[in-house]
């Protein structure tokens, strides 16, 4: 009976050999583009179900700063950079609403996996940790590009508000390297935070003050040398300068440095998460 049982395992219907893998080895060869993409559509998708709270309100809030700001600050005669005010801070609020919704929506996935138990649902399937990680930030940076591009629209219907295009490489690479730093520090904060005030905190008393304190509704010129320091070890400022510098030709600190530093800065974190994931620390304890 073993053996008709062997024979058949061994042949197929045809009497073709067929060879199994062994325990433990992998099938999938390369990267798994199928697993890759349903992680990455689910958790768009999981957004996207609530787009009202998660993309259109957001745009709203950022379109209310741009309204408060004009209106108690952006004299006719403003200027700043050679620009007029509006204008300065319009690049700047759509830049940090795509960081903030990038952070956002990356500290959310895995934390309510961990507090709901379905975190098997992220460890169980045939994923490598890269392609976890990159799953995760897309769909994050995503969501980041869809706030953005609505903040934009808003802000291009509003009257007094330029929000034409310059340099769209600028445009394109910083929102890419800041939405992609958010996500890898809400994927770090989602592996550490083990209920929603531990991600709460990191908004609050990290994200939001770097956020603010990036020159988004300023010139760091203005600044005294300390707060310029300051402003310059801030990567936050670096992504909406560059930013900033795609809509206006005019920047407060040199674009290729901004770049490189960036880049540099993913590069970090991306190794960083992948480390902390790959370890499963408090995830797979």
């Known amino acids: 009976m073993r053996d008709n049982l062997e024979s058949t ?20 060869r390369g990267v798994n583009w199928a697993g890759f993409a349903a992680l990455y559509w689910k ?4 957004f996207f179900k609530v787009q009202l709270q998660t993309v259109w309100a957001p745009s709203i809030t950022t379109l209310l700063f741009l309204i408060i700001f004009t209106v108690a600050l952006g004299r006719g ?19 940090m609403g795509m960081l903030q919704n990038a952070f956002a929506n990356s500290s959310f996935s895995m934390l309510v996996g ?8 992220y460890l169980t399937p045939p994923l490598s940790v890269g392609e976890l990680l990159a799953a ?18 808003a802000m291009a219907l509003w009257p007094g508000v330029s929000v034409g295009v310059t340099h769209w490489w600028a445009v394109i690479w910083f929102g890419l390297m800041g939405s992609a730093m958010l996500s890898l520090l809400g994927v770090m904060t989602s592996i ?4 929603f005030d531990h991600a709460a905190a990191v908004t609050n008393f990290v994200v939001a003050p770097l956020s603010l304190l990036s020159g988004t509704f300023y010139s760091i010129d203005r600044l005294s040398p300390v707060f310029q ?38 590069v970090a974190l991306a190794i960083f998460c992948y480390m902390l994931l790959k370890s499963g620390w408090k995830i797979k304890s």
């Open 229 to 266: 320091a300051f402003s310059h070890a801030n990567p936050f400022f670096y992504a909406i300068s560059g930013f900033r510098y795609g809509f206006l030709g005019e920047t407060d600190s040199p674009v290729v440095q901004g770049a490189i530093i960036l880049f540099a800065t993913n």
């Open 192 to 195: 550490w935070a083990e209920k």
């Open 9 to 28: 395992a061994q042949t197929d219907p045809a009497g073709a050999a067929v060879s199994f893998s062994e325990p433990g080895t992998p099938v999938i």
């Open 77 to 95: 005669d403003r200027t700043v950079l050679g620009v007029p005010f509006a204008d300065f801070i319009a690049p700047g609020l759509i830049c």
């Open 136 to 153: 995760l930030v897309g769909a994050s940076m995503t969501r980041a590009a869809l706030v953005g591009f609505a903040v934009w629209l």
């Open 114 to 121: 961990k507090i709901q138990g379905t975190i098997v649902d």
């Open 43 to 46: 958790e768009v998708r999981r």
